[in-house]
């Protein structure tokens, strides 16, 4: 039989599974920032505990060869939203807006109250939306980075029932804000309101008493996402959004005793004394502060699977983990002394494989093979396409993505790109990787690796092989978009 017409049987058996709205999976997408693909004992970390999240691999499959949709975090999770890869998509880049007027005094700081990323364009249907006009309660908890404060493209106007995090990611920066953002559906058609952090505006949000704040606003996001499961009831499905800021810099969190035991085991560690404009404090301890922030965020897992268990949600509740890009060495942070690169070139804000491979575990119990592993190439864009092939609706001709579920379940033709793209204003960098040939653009030259032999990238052989250059900068060439708030040097 042909492999095209398996995948009739398929969408057939998902209709039967899940084909009454009460039946069809929960799915809570679980996206941290800046964690690196060697960041997890999953993917082999040697230095951090992350059981929890090493389990949901155990209980799933674990992706060796998946891609943010950017080495930075807004265009990262423009392309995961739309669907588009970063030569079509709107948001390119972390441009922020920054109005001149509207000033509000909190203590003694001052914060601009309409400040955010450039929106999400309104032409463009984004995942909330998609989950939402199928009959899924929404929820999102951590970034947004998908539109400024009164923009067109706030969470209460793109599908999210319910918000609650940073509308702004510059916010983000600083784990004890002055304030966070909440939406929720009883507010009705009012703009999305700030939550004063009332006991930390008491002291300033730079300096020695920095520390005496104490609104951890990871936990907090965290508590408020508990809260949200806690109240589905299972008669409706749901579509989670959990964007939690960890382990971005600043380096800090609660003196607890997670970061104790992670002090008693880094004997040596370093003291980061800041720099002249920063946006982040200085810290102590930042190789302990780095582990217990992934550890917490393990612990986060932890909470949401146990959640799901206790209101008998975890067999019908897909559960995606994974980071929006490569690692940061922001704040003090010490990429090299972890290998959080897992054994690749390159950061956050580069094209090579460091700045964009990310770890990315899928689990959902009775349909995905635990402890299953693929080497399938999939990018954040492929989610779309996945999602809507999970509620059963066509997708458009002419798409970026294309949907994995073959490969989650296991059956099925599973299609395979033939080419994965992005592009990143901020340090005029192209990617494009076609099957194991990766070419790197900088500032318009082109690099050439064969990513089978030279999985570092330090072999740049595009002078051996200038016919592949010429055929991999045709395709560049056709996937480029002119976007001129976001230009790159073609070659």
């Not at 690196?36 to 059981?51: E, K, N």
Request: charged fraction near 25%; glycine fraction near 10%.
């Amino acid at each position: 039989m042909d492999r095209h017409h398996i995948a009739l049987p398929l969408l057939a058996a998902a209709a039967t599974i899940y084909g009454a709205r009460h039946d069809r999976p929960n799915v809570v997408y679980i996206m941290c920032d800046d964690m690196g693909y060697g960041d997890l004992g999953c993917y082999g970390q040697p230095y951090i505990s992350t059981p929890n999240i090493d389990s949901l691999a155990r209980r799933g499959m674990r992706f060796t060869q998946a891609y943010a949709g950017s080495p930075v975090s807004a265009p990262s999770r423009a392309s995961l939203m739309t669907g588009q890869h970063s030569g079509h998509c709107e948001v390119r880049g972390n441009k922020e807006y920054w109005p001149d007027t509207e000033l509000v005094k909190y203590g003694d700081n001052y914060d601009y109250s309409r400040v955010g990323q450039h929106p999400y364009s309104i032409d463009r249907e984004i995942l909330p939306e998609l989950m939402k006009r199928h009959g899924y309660r929404t929820g999102m908890f951590g970034k947004w980075a998908g539109g400024y404060e009164g923009s067109a493209s706030t969470p209460d106007k793109r599908g999210i029932d319910d918000f609650y995090g940073y509308i702004c990611q510059f916010q983000a920066h600083l784990y004890y804000p002055n304030f966070l953002n909440r939406y929720y559906p009883e507010m009705g058609d009012t703009a999305t309101v700030r939550v004063l952090m009332e006991d930390n505006i008491k002291y300033p949000m730079y300096g020695d008493d920095y520390q005496k704040r104490t609104q951890y606003s990871a936990d907090m996001i965290h508590q408020e996402a508990m809260k949200w499961l806690d109240r589905q009831d299972g008669e409706t499905p749901f579509f989670g959004i959990f964007t939690y800021t960890l382990p971005h810099a600043e380096l800090v969190q609660p003196n607890d005793s997670l970061l104790n035991g992670y002090k008693r085991k880094f004997f040596e560690d370093k003291t980061w004394g800041g720099q002249k404009g920063s946006r982040y404090n200085p810290t102590v301890h930042t190789h302990a502060q780095f582990a217990a922030m992934i550890s917490r965020l393990d612990a986060y897992v932890g909470e949401i699977m146990a959640k799901l268990e206790e209101k008998g949600l975890k067999d019908n509740t897909i559960v995606v983990f994974t980071s929006d890009n490569g690692p940061h060495e922001e704040g003090g942070a010490d990429p090299t002394f972890f290998g959080r690169d897992g054994k690749l070139r390159g950061l956050k804000r580069s094209c090579h494989e460091g700045g964009i491979r990310i770890p990315f575990i899928v689990s959902w119990p009775g349909h995905i093979a635990e402890g299953s592993e693929s080497d399938h190439q999939l990018a954040f864009y492929d989610v779309m396409p996945t999602l809507k092939e999970l509620v059963n609706e066509k997708q458009p001709e002419g798409e970026d993505g294309l949907s994995f579920l073959p490969e989650l379940l296991g059956r099925g033709d599973q299609k395979k790109h033939d080419f994965l793209y992005w592009e990143f204003e901020e340090t005029d960098q192209i990617g494009l990787r076609q099957g194991d040939w990766k070419l790197v653009v900088k500032k318009g030259v082109p690099e050439l690796y064969n990513l089978a032999e030279d999985i570092h990238e330090d072999n740049n052989i595009a002078s051996l092989h200038p016919d592949r250059v010429k055929k991999m900068v045709e395709i560049i060439r056709s996937q480029h978009t002119d976007n001129p708030l976001f230009p790159v040097t073609l070659p």
